[in-house]
């Protein structure tokens, strides 16, 4: 076994790492690639193509149930206003009838 | 569509037979993988394509599409998890020291590759700069964004361990 300094093991690693040539064709390849439709890209990368559609529905789903949901709490915030509006509406005619016979035992007559 | 995308197809085949061979052996080098190599220095150049128009000069160029390559490659093994490299810190044991140090042998050229292939990823990466593209640790610095201090450490430990496991497995090459 021969010596060889670090220095040596270096140059010798550079002689035995020389750049390989791409693959035939590689050039073409490549411009194609860069030509083609943006649709034949999404084919080339299915696994991203699959992402994106899941992703879209899911966007979809939580699009719907949040408008629904919104709708839901439209009416409920509706049936309570028009519940609370009917019990005043109900409060009032009582005190105006009270008010009436009051006024009535007085002697009074709301309609001269 | 060449001109909006800021390139003329002629332009671009020519960077590509430019820079191809560079290109491909550093995603070769760094993941392990022809195929993958392939893939990745394809992206590389499509990467090009839609934003050459940023690139100011030649160097600037050849800077981006080292870096970029990289960059790629690293994300591919990521993606794929797998780690090439064997348990390194064994290697470095000194039990591993040869008698001698290591004389290269023709023969051994196809063996090394598959050696560069165990090592560690940033070794591998500083290693393939340094060797094959014979870049300068402040240049390999520069292009990894990593302390200059950082890469000759990476250096020195992946040289020190490519010569170890040569020793050790390519006994028959060694003169």
Redesign the interface.
């Known amino acids: 076994m021969s010596e060889m300094n670090q220095d040596e093991f270096d140059q010798e690693l550079a002689r035995m790492l020389p750049r390989v040539d791409a693959p035939q064709g590689f050039a073409a390849k490549v411009m194609a690639a860069a030509e083609a439709p943006k649709k034949a890209k999404v084919i080339a990368f299915p696994h991203i193509r699959t992402w994106a559609t899941g992703a879209i529905a899911a966007g979809v789903i939580v699009g719907a149930l949040a408008v629904g949901d919104v709708h839901i709490r439209h009416e409920q915030q509706r049936a309570e206003a028009q519940r609370q509006f009917d019990a005043a509406t109900q409060i009032t005619d009582r005190a105006m009838e009270h008010a009436r016979q009051q006024l009535a035992k007085a002697g009074i007559s709301l309609e001269e | ?2 001109a909006q995308m800021g390139m003329e ?1 002629i332009e ?2 020519g960077l ?2 430019q820079h ?6 550093i995603a ?2 760094v993941t392990g993988e ?1 195929g993958v190599a ?1 893939e990745v ?2 992206d590389v ?2 990467e090009l ?1 839609r934003g050459a128009d940023k690139l100011e000069s030649p160097d600037h160029t050849k800077f981006w599409l080292r870096r970029v390559t990289v960059n790629k490659a690293t994300d591919s093994l990521r993606r794929k998890s797998r780690r090439p490299e064997a348990v390194a810190e064994e290697w470095m044991e000194e039990k591993f020291v ?7 042998d023709p023969g ?2 196809a063996r ?1 590759e598959d050696l ?1 292939r165990t090592l560690p990823e940033p070794m591998r990466i500083a ?2 700069l340094r ?2 593209e ?1 870049m300068l640790p402040d240049e390999i610095a520069a292009l990894l964004g990593q302390p200059v201090a950082t890469v000759k450490s990476h250096l020195q430990r992946g ?1 020190q361990l ?2 170890r496991k040569a020793a050790v497995t390519m006994k028959e090459y ?2």
């Open positions: 569509m060449s197809s671009f085949r590509i037979e191809q061979r560079m290109v491909f052996s070769l080098r022809y392939e220095a394809q150049f499509l394509y040869p008698d001698g140090a290591t004389k290269l051994m050229e090394l560069l290693v393939v060797h094959q014979e040289l490519l010569r060694v003169r």
